[in-house]
Nanobody
Framework: QVQLVESGGGLVQPGGSLRLSCAAS????????MNWYRQAPGKERELVAG????????NYADSVKGRFTISRDNAKNTVFLQMNSLKSKDTAVYYC?????????WGQGTQVSVSS
């Protein structure tokens, strides 16, 4: 049974930091590209960051470059998203996603709220 379980969301003040985790099970984690998406109220889901399987190369949305860092621990089947210098516009539900060929899995999401 495939599972992606996100955690680490919460309420933080502008300028603060959060670290999201996504624990995976039920598939061969190390060969999958792992992504973080987010969806704000009334907006479409957008790709925030991704990390490849083999060489671990990363990509980021322009809106988060220099503030967010994606990483993975293949031994623990976990992908992380370190979010620094958070802004109110980062408020959204954050989802992790696993992709390999035609196979794509989603987690249930974790809420991140940035507000003073």
């Amino acid at each position: 049974q495939v599972q992606l379980v996100e955690s680490g969301g919460g309420l933080v003040q502008p300028g603060g930091s959060l670290r999201l985790s996504c624990a995976a099970s039920g598939f061969t984690f190390r060969i999958y590209t792992m992504n973080w998406y987010r969806q704000a109220p009334g907006k479409e889901r957008e790709l925030v960051a991704g990390i490849r399987s083999a060489v671990g190369s990363t990509n980021y949305a322009d809106s988060v470059k220099g503030r967010f860092t994606i990483s993975r621990d293949n031994a623990k089947n976990t992908v992380f998203l370190q979010m620094n210098s958070l802004k109110s516009k980062d408020t959204a539900v954050y989802y992790c996603d696993a992709l390999w060929g035609p196979y794509k899995y989603w987690g249930q999401g974790t809420q991140v709220s940035v507000s003073s």
